[in-house]
């Protein structure tokens, strides 16, 4: 019987233990993005400018056809409506990639170019300039 009660403490205590801690942005791993361009119809370009991440995810060097600038590690975002709307161009944001979900957000379909490659980003705090 001790045994059982034994067993039964310490399956709760490492349940509970085990269970994710919400962490600040100082205190994990941290992607800072630079939000370069806000296109027409949520066609948004973004460079990736701090932290390590796949290079697989990012486009190394992209330039933008109507305007021939170049950008490092650019790429665009898969859901638009997600990011905050005081978010603009030229600010600097934390980020974490998060899983896709459905969206049911309204865009536009007027093109402008962004990169191909595309992320699920979550802001997690606009640096303050």
Not at 1 to 15: G, N, P, R
Request: hydrophobic share 35%; with cysteine.
């Amino acid at each position: 019987m001790k045994q059982c009660i034994a067993f039964l403490f310490i399956a709760t205590a490492v349940t509970l233990t085990a269970c994710h801690k919400s962490v600040s942005v100082s205190q994990q791993h941290k992607l800072k993005a630079r939000f370069e361009i806000a296109g027409l119809c949520s066609n948004y370009t973004f460079s990736l400018t701090e932290g390590n991440l796949d290079t697989s995810l990012v486009v190394g060097s992209w330039t933008n056809p109507s305007t021939d600038k170049t950008y490092k590690n650019a790429f665009g975002v898969s859901n638009p409506c997600s990011l905050p709307s005081n978010l603009k161009e030229g600010d600097e944001f934390y980020f974490e990639i998060v899983p896709e979900r459905q969206s049911n957000c309204a865009v536009c379909m007027a093109y402008y170019p962004t990169p191909p490659k595309k992320l699920n980003i979550k802001v997690l705090e606009v640096v303050k300039k």
